[in-house]
């Protein structure tokens, strides 16, 4: 049993930055990989980025790479997403998600989720 809790969202101007945060509980941190997605109103949740357990595999999209940032700090049991430059397009709710070990692009091999946290950027 995994339980993830994501905060850090809000409502930001374009060219902006937002820090998400993403807190754990419930079993080792240390062995789990850990990813963010997102879904924008009409659309199917996507992929952003994720770090395997020991940190050193992180994986973006080509569309996220120059401007997000996925990192982790095992004592606190939290990741954290870091978004420079936002765009309006990047309007969605972000999710955090957790598997064992490995990092994955996939949403239905991630069986633990937060609830997820709105971020709207504003032209």
């Known amino acids: 049993q995994v339980q993830l809790v994501e905060s850090g969202g809000g409502l930001v101007q374009a060219g902006g930055s937002l820090r998400l945060s993403c807190a754990a509980s419930g079993r080792t941190f240390s062995t789990l990989a850990m990813g963010w997605f997102r879904q924008a109103p009409g659309k199917e949740r996507e992929f952003v980025t994720a770090i395997e357990y020991s940190g050193r595999q992180i994986y973006y999209t080509d569309s996220m790479k120059a401007r997000f940032t996925i990192s982790r700090d095992n004592a606190k049991n939290t990741v954290y997403l870091q978004m420079n430059s936002l765009k309006p397009e990047d309007t969605a709710v972000y999710y955090c998600?957790?598997?064992?070990?490995?990092?994955?692009?996939?949403?239905?091999?991630?069986?633990?989720w937060g609830q997820g946290t709105q971020v709207t950027v504003s032209s």
């Open positions: 998600a957790a598997r064992d070990y490995w990092l994955a692009t996939a949403r239905n091999v991630y069986p633990y």
